[in-house]
C-alpha cells in the first residue's frame, strides 16, 4: 500500500513538472507565433507601400513623358499600324474592313 | 535520621518524580483560570472563522470583481484596425492606397542627445535647429515633431536612437495618378475619413471595421495567450472603377492643353463605354494634388462635369429631329424652310447665327440651324417633348452613387410658354450637366437604348455585359441620327476638326453665351462638343467642355472638337479597336527572300 502510494506519488509529481513544461512551452511558441503573425502584417504593409510606390513610378504621365522625352517615341498611329486578323476572331469590333 | 530512612526517603523522591507525568505535574499546573484558554481558543477559531469568511467572500461572493481586476493587471486590450480598401481601375491598377506613415512625436523633458544628434534629427524632419529647440520648448511633456512622416524618414530617426523620441503608426493616402483622377477617386482627410469623390461615395465599404483582442501579456512585454473573445478586424474593401486610368490620364492631358490654349476658366471631358454604359474617364481641369491639399480652392475641387449645370444648346437639336422622326413627322430629307435665318413667335424672334436658305433635316442638324429645331420642336405638344426629354435623362438626377451629382433643369410642361417649348428646342431654357449630355447620347449610341451608367466595376470580373436599357428610339431612327451627326464632322459641317485618323465619327457641337444672373453675359462663352466613334458601331461616347475660352476661337467646333478628336483617337487605340476608315498606310511590307542559312 504504502509502496502504492509513493509511487503515486512520483507520478504525480512528474505529471506537474510535465504539465509546468508544457505551459511554459506553449507560451513561448504562442509568444513566437504572435511575432510572426506581426511580422506578417509589417511585410504586408510594406508589400502593399512598395507597390503603390512601383505604382506611382510607372504612372501614364511618367511613362509618357519618358517615352516622348528620352527615348524619342511617339504614339501609334492607325497609319502605322498593321491590324491583323485571327483566323478564329471573335466578332470584328468595327464594321467595314479598313485594314490599311 | 538513621540510614533506613535516609533510604526511604530516597526511594520515595524518586518514586514521586517518576509518579508525575508532564500533564498532571503539580509544577507546571497553571495558576492561570482554565478560561484563558478557552478564550484562547475561541479567538484562533473566530481566527479561523474570518479567514474563512474574508475566503467565501473572495472567491464566491465578491468573485467577479476580483476576476476583473486581476485580469486588468494582467491582461492587455489590442485594437486591431482595419486597413482602408484600395481604389482600383478597370485592370487593378492602383488609384488610391494606404500606406504607413508613422507620426514622430517627443517627450522633451526626456529627451538626450548631443548637439549633433539634434542637427541630425531637425534635417531628418526637414526643419532648422532652431525651429525644433522651439517645438521641443512648447510642453515638456509632449510635442508633435511631424505628423505623417515617409516609412524611411521614421527609420532613419528610429536609428538615430535619441531617448525621448517615439512615433504612432499612422496611414496616409496614396494617390499614385495624382490630379489627373482627383475628382473621380477624392481624398480621405488626416483621420482616413473620405471627403471627396469615391473616397465619401464608398466610406463605409472602403474603411472596414476595427476590431480588438484581449490578451494576456508576460514580463517581457510579448503576448502569450488570447483570453476572452477578440473580434477580428473586418478589412477595408477594395473598390473597382470602370475608370481607364490611360485614358483618364489622356482625356486630363487633353483638357489641360486645350484650356490653356484657349486661355480658358475651366473644361471637362467625360468618355462613356457606348456599349457597357461604364464610365472610362471623367476628367475636369483646374485638378488639384491629393495629396496636397494646401490652398485648395473651390474651383479647383469642383468636379465640373457633374455638378456644373448649363444650357445644353445645340447639342439638343439631335433629339428633336430624332424624336420627329420616329414619329413619321418628317424624314431625314423633308425641307424646312429656314430663311431667312430668324422666324418670330410670340412676339419673340429666333435667329440662326448663319442664316440658310431650305434644308433638310439631315441639313439642319448638320448646320445647326436654331429654325430649323423649332419649326420641327413646335410640331410636338409640350408634353411629348417633356417626355422625350426626360427620358433621355433630363431633369433627372444621373444613378451614379457620386458625391455632388446634380440634376439640372427641366420645367413641368404645364408651365411652358410656346416660345419656351421653342428655345428649348435648341436648348436654351433647361439647364444639365456635362456627363447628362453624354449619357443622353446613348440613346444614339446604343441603337435607340438609354443604358444606365456606372463608375464602379467588381475587380477581377471579366468584360463587362452590354448594357441593356430603356428603348427611347427605334435601332433605325437611332442609325439615321448617328448618320447626321457623322455629317456634322464633315466638310460642310459645323465641326470637321472633330475628324479622327482611320475612325468615322459623329457627334453635335454646342456653342452658348454664359448666363450670368438673369441675362446672358456677352463676351463669355462655353463651348462643347458631344460626339461617339465608330459612328456605325459605336464603342465610345466623349463629352467635351471648355469653359470661357478667350484666345479668341469659341465655337464648339474649333473649341471642343480637337479635344474631342484626339481623346478619341487614344482612346479607340488603347481599346484596340480597328479603324473602320481607310487610311494610307505608312508602313510598307515588301515580299522579300531570306537570306538562307548556313549549316
Known sequence: ?100 | MSANAKKAAKARAAASVKSFNYSTSPLLAAPTPPWRSKLLVALVGLGFLLLLGRAVYVQIIDAPFFLKQGEIRYGHTIELPASRGRIVDRNGLILAASVPAPSIWAIPKDLDGDARSRARLATLLDMTSAALETRLADNPNFVWLRRQVDEGVAKAVRDLGVKGIHEVREYKRKYPEGEAAAHVVGFTNVEDRGQEGIELAFQKELAGQGGTRRVIKDRLGRVIEDVGDSVAPVEGQDIGLAVDSKVQFFAYQRIRDAVAANKAKAGSVVVLDAQTGEVLALANFPSYSPSDRKNLTGAQLRNRALTDTFEPGSTMKPFVAAWALETGRVTPTTVIQTAPGKMTLTGSTITDSHPHGNLTVTEVIQKSSNVGAVRMAMTFTPREMWELYSSVGFGQKPQLGFPGVVTGRLRPYKTWRPIEQATMSYGYGLSASLFQIAHAYTVFAHDGELIPVTLTRPIGGGAAPLASGIRVLSPKTAATVRGMLHLVTLPGGTAPKAQVLGYSVGGKSGTAYKQEGASYATKKYRAWFVGMAPIQHPRIIVAVMVDEPSAGKYFGGDVAAPVFSEVVQQTLRMMGVQPDLDVKPQIVSREMPAEEESF
Open chain 1, 1 to 100: 500500500m504504502t509502496r502504492l502510494n509513493v509511487l503515486l506519488l512520483l507520478a504525480l509529481l512528474a505529471s506537474s513538472l510535465y504539465l509546468v513544461r508544457v505551459s511554459y512551452e506553449s507560451r513561448r511558441l504562442f509568444a513566437e507565433l504572435d511575432k510572426a503573425q506581426n511580422e506578417e502584417r509589417a511585410l504586408d504593409t510594406d508589400s502593399e507601400r512598395l507597390k503603390t510606390e512601383l505604382r506611382s513610378q510607372a504612372t501614364p504621365l511618367r511613362v509618357e513623358r519618358t517615352a516622348r522625352e528620352r527615348l524619342a517615341m511617339r504614339a501609334a498611329t492607325p497609319a502605322v499600324t498593321q491590324y491583323v486578323e485571327l483566323p478564329a476572331a471573335a466578332v470584328p469590333a468595327s464594321g467595314s474592313g479598313g485594314r490599311p
